[in-house]
């Protein structure tokens, strides 16, 4: 059983910067891929950024550029810099993992995630 909690949210002008972090209990980091999504008000969750289990890293289109995405196996944690933010990045952001080897984008669909986070708020003002 993996316990995913999220932090580092919170409020920031356009145009700032924010890093979220997300600290994982259980099993080693090393067997999953892991990943960040994101749910704004009145919308679905949608995938932001993920990255697998050799560290191969993928992005949303709206978010490329501006995002990054690392994690530490030692620590257990993943980490997602955020630069250039804009006030459609509000939303809460989830973090998410899935016990898989696999590679490619096709491995962070929001159905196949096995373990999430609670969620963080981020806010970024105009």
């Known amino acids: 059983q993996v316990q995913l909690v999220e932090s580092g949210g919170g409020l920031v002008q356009a145009g700032g910067s924010l890093r979220l972090s997300c600290a994982a209990s259980g099993p080693a980091f090393t067997s999953y891929a892991t990943g960040w999504f994101r749910q704004a008000p009145g919308k679905e969750r949608e995938f932001v950024a993920g990255i697998t289990w050799r560290r191969s890293t993928y992005y949303a289109d709206s978010v490329k550029g501006r995002f990054t995405i690392a994690r530490d196996n030692a620590a257990n944690t993943m980490y997602l810099q955020m630069n250039s933010l804009k006030p459609e990045d509000t939303a809460v952001y989830y973090c998410?993992?899935?016990?898989?080897?696999?590679?490619?984008?096709?491995?962070?669909?929001?159905?196949?995630?096995?373990?999430w986070g609670k969620g963080t708020l981020v806010t970024v003002s105009s």
């Open positions: 998410a993992a899935k016990r898989t080897f696999a590679q490619g984008m096709g491995v962070f669909s929001y159905n196949g995630m096995d373990y």
